[in-house]
T-cell receptor
Framework: DAKTTQPPSMDCAEGRAANLPCNHS???????VYWYRQIHSQGPQYIIH???NNETNEMASLIITEDRKSSTLILPHATLRDTAVYYC????????????FGKGTRLHILP | KAGVTQTPRYLIKTRGQQVTLSCSPI?????VSWYQQTPGQGLQFLFE???????NKGNFPGRFSGRQFSNSRSEMNVSTLELGDSALYLC?????????FGPGTRLTVT
């Protein structure tokens, strides 16, 4: 079973911030939180990852709660091209990579 | 730097045939993982290779196999194809905390 739980779908108005939640209550101390997105029939695209500190890159921000049991991916100014399925996963970096993907969140950007 | 490449991108086979898919990881990445994605089952882990050794394996029948070469390129093979093997096959290239997916190979079995 996947170690993460995400809402199946979300809507966001174009130009607004999209906040995608993820629960990972059984995360281990050495597991990172990763976010990917997948646009129809393409390979998952890496977005961002973090261990316990909040992270930001050119695509998004990742906010991890202090107890590390949940996180939020923030797309600051959503565009129509951000419509995709977003996957939150946990994995131990540098270790064996048997990643169990959940169903992800289907994000709809509304014009 | 160049991303993960997978060949071929599209493939049509008939039941009973076998197929070999190829994945070239990002330069310097020694771990390659394979996934199967179908509409009904989502993304499912097949196996992972590191330094030419299978390090982990998912719950797939023995018809699915793989290998990794000394240059880290990897191949996966599916023998005696079934209609249910129609899927998007993805490989991921990993080094430490970096992990990137390729564009996938779309396999259709008729």
């Amino acid at each position: 079973d996947a170690k993460t739980t995400q809402p199946p779908s979300m809507d966001c108005a174009e130009g607004r911030a999209a906040n995608l939640p993820c629960n990972h209550s059984t995360i281990s101390g050495n597991e990172y939180v990763y976010w990917y997105r997948q646009i129809h029939s393409q390979g998952p695209q890496y977005i961002i990852h973090g261990l316990k500190n909040n992270e930001t890159n050119e695509m998004a921000s990742l906010i991890i709660t202090e107890d590390r049991k949940s996180s939020t991916l923030i797309l600051p100014h959503a565009t129509l091209r951000d419509t995709a399925v977003y996957y939150c996963i946990v994995r131990v970096a540098g270790r064996d990579d048997k990643i169990i993907f959940g169903k992800g969140t289907r994000l709809h950007i509304l014009p | 730097k160049a991303g993960v490449t997978q060949t071929p991108r599209y493939l049509i086979k008939t039941r009973g045939q076998q197929v070999t898919l190829s994945c070239s990881p990002i330069s310097g990445h020694r771990s390659v993982s394979w996934y199967q994605q179908t509409p009904g089952q989502g993304l499912q882990f097949l196996f992972e290779y590191f330094s030419e050794t299978q390090r982990n394996k998912g719950n797939f029948p023995g018809r699915f196999s793989g290998r990794q070469f000394s240059n880290s390129r990897s191949e996966m093979n599916v023998s005696t194809l079934e209609l249910g093997d129609s899927a998007l096959y993805l490989c991921a290239s990993t080094r430490g905390s970096e992990q990137y997916f390729g564009p996938g190979t779309r396999l259709t079995v008729t």
